[in-house]
């Protein structure tokens, strides 16, 4: 599509660029707020700018007016504070809705300018994006403009007819390469609606997807957990395509995807670094083979790892993923799993080494080891450390016990590592354990695992993993994983552990008094509601929000799938007795 910016500026005004909140956005409307960005752009010197915003709307016409005032974007899949940083060295502007601290910006509703779009050449470089290396350490993924209207020709030529004029939902974030291309770039290309908002909730998903005709870009996290008493007959209506990336979906989500969508998702394989690669789409057979998308050649290597080589994976010739193939015939292949230290925990792309590096940067560790394990009775796959302290450590953990030292790296990891991430299994070692050849084994650490009836007796955890989403004066919005083995799932219930009503109120509680600097405690309760449970490792979300003018701390739990607790919080003077 080399005619990219040409096919956006000449679309008719009347058109609708997307929906927000349900209601129509103008392609009119659309291309006044790029004009404002690029408006920005033009009186920005900075020629590195990273763009973070959750309205996709918003942030397609901030990336349009990037590129058309001649920025690079940069962007981030987080606000994380190691995120911001690692910006704050390469980029010289924030746009959008990064952290006060990083001074973001945005042109004020209404403001516009005159206009002549122009096509900008092949080898501009457009975007930077994140990924983890086999090192560990974040690596930055160039891409110039023609690799991502490559990618967009070969999906148009792939799938375009199937989708024809439908709108395009997401569960996903655009701020990764999956989401930027099927979520925005695509649909502005071809001229298809795009939803604002993400939709996060399988209740109004339900919803939106029966409204018109449509297609669901989602994750396999999401799809896996589509809750079947819901009617998906209105969204398997109007459904042209459902697309999963992001991980590998297994078969039995796929299954239960198909059973309520009423088709089995196109599941896309690829990376930060090649783009898209090749897809398949699952019916009731057992055909596990992948079908490289047009323009897109592979090979195996000699260790028998992937090789491609396409227009959009780059001008550089054949590259690399560290994924293990067979040939299956007809031009297609078998993927046999990952080569590397990379794996994926809840569609996450995790750097073992790079939480092996951040447990040594804490200062309490003076060798560490991370690996990938099955959770309690085979459930999905987690993250278990093996540590041996340094002399800082050491003594943490024999004056304050077990879970003062899991709390600390928890601490220390959050603010580099998503909660979903951080290992949920710690031992704490003398040593690694060594082989008679001075080997230390996988399956030596994996041993140390085996739950002894000493372990059994040992404190246990109290609080969840943490990680902070969003931060304002009079509002915060936090990430909670509840750990499997949490001291208070005990007797709440042996069939289905779910987390009491007076933790989540404790929680809400603590939580307010540190992130607000509350000195007052708990007067009294009100419009207290418990509407669904939280289970183990189940990531919600908590909004705390204070109301200093009623002396009050207003709690919400909620997640993917829907509200779980919420209350008001009455304040008063601490008790002294």
Same mark, same amino acid.
């Given at each position: ?90 980029? %010289? ?40 290396? #086999? ?52 649909? =502005?290309?071809?001229?298809?609606? @795009? ?72 599941? $896309? ?12 789409? +699952? ?16 090979? #195996? ?43 994926? @925990? ?17 200062? =309490?560790?003076?060798?560490?080891? $991370? ?10 796959? =987690?993250?278990?450390?093996? $540590? ?12 304050? %016990? ?72 009079? +509002? ?51 419009? =207290? ?5 939280? +289970? ?8 705390? $929000? ?28 601490? #008790?002294?007795?």
């Amino acid at each position: 599509m080399s005619d990219f910016f040409a096919r956006i500026a000449g679309r008719a005004p009347e058109l609708a660029a997307g929906r927000r909140g349900g209601a129509e956005v103008g392609h009119a409307d659309f291309m006044a707020r790029a004009r404002a960005w690029t408006a920005l752009g033009r009186r920005t010197p900075a020629s590195q700018v990273a763009l973070y915003h959750e309205d996709s709307l918003e942030f397609a016409a901030a990336l349009l007016g990037a590129w058309q005032s001649g920025k690079t974007v940069w962007l981030v899949a987080d606000t994380l504070p190691a995120s911001c940083a690692a910006l704050a060295n390469e980029v %010289g502007d924030f746009w959008g809705q990064f952290p006060a601290g990083y001074r973001p910006a945005a042109p004020p509703g209404g403001e516009s300018c005159p206009q002549t779009w122009q096509e900008l050449a092949p080898d501009f470089p457009a975007l930077v994006v994140y990924t983890s290396g #086999s090192t560990g350490a974040p690596v930055p993924i160039r891409k110039q403009l023609s690799q991502l209207t490559g990618e967009l020709d070969a999906l148009e030529a792939c799938f375009g007819a199937r989708l024809g004029d439908a709108e395009v939902l997401a569960t996903v974030s655009h701020q990764h390469i999956y989401g930027l291309l099927f979520r925005v770039l695509w649909p =502005l290309a071809a001229g298809r609606a @795009i939803h604002a908002e993400r939709h996060e909730f399988p209740e109004p998903l339900a919803q939106a997807l029966a409204a018109r005709p449509c297609v669901l870009l989602a994750s396999p996290a999401h799809l896996k957990r589509l809750p079947a008493h819901l009617d998906w007959r209105g969204a398997a209506a109007q459904l042209r395509a459902v697309f999963s990336s992001g991980g590998m979906l297994e078969a039995a989500a796929s299954n239960h995807a198909r059973t309520l969508l009423g088709q089995a998702p196109v599941e $896309v394989y690829g990376s930060s670094e090649t783009g898209g690669v090749a897809w398949r789409q +699952r019916g009731e057979g057992t055909d596990e083979a992948w079908t490289p998308l047009p323009g897109v050649a592979w090979r #195996s290597d000699a260790d028998g790892q992937l090789e491609v080589h396409s227009v959009h994976a780059g001008p550089h010739g054949w590259q690399g993923l560290p994924d293990r193939v067979d040939d299956a015939g007809e031009g297609r292949f078998l993927l046999r799993g990952r080569a590397d230290r990379i794996v994926k @925990i809840e569609e996450k792309r995790v750097s073992l080494d790079a939480i092996e590096g951040a447990l040594l940067a804490t200062g =309490l560790v003076r060798e560490a080891r $991370v690996l990938a394990c099955p959770g309690p009775e085979g459930g999905r796959q =987690l993250l278990a450390a093996f $540590v041996v302290p340094n002399g800082e450590g050491a003594a943490l953990l024999a004056q304050e %016990g077990k879970p003062a030292m899991n709390a600390r790296l928890r601490s220390r990891l959050g603010d580099c590592i998503e909660a979903v991430a951080l290992p949920r299994r710690w031992r704490y070692l003398d040593a690694l354990p060594v082989n008679a050849q001075g080997k230390t084994t996988q399956a030596g650490l994996l041993a140390l695992l085996e739950e002894t009836p000493e372990d059994k007796l040992k404190a246990r955890p109290r609080w969840p993993a943490l990680r902070v989403l969003e931060q304002a004066p009079a +509002r915060m919005l936090l990430e909670l994983t509840v750990p499997a083995d949490l001291l208070y799932f005990d007797g709440h219930f042996s069939v289905a552990p779910v987390l009491p009503g007076v933790v989540q109120v404790d929680w809400a509680f603590h939580y307010g008094r540190r992130w607000f600097g509350l000195d007052a405690g708990i007067a009294g309760m009100a419009a =207290l509601k418990f509407q669904q449970m939280i +289970r183990p490792e189940q990531p919600v979300r908590l909004e705390l $929000v204070h109301d200093a003018a009623k002396g009050s701390l207003n709690f919400r739990y909620f997640s993917e799938a829907g509200a779980h607790a919420s209350g008001r919080i009455l304040l008063g003077a601490v #008790s002294t007795c």
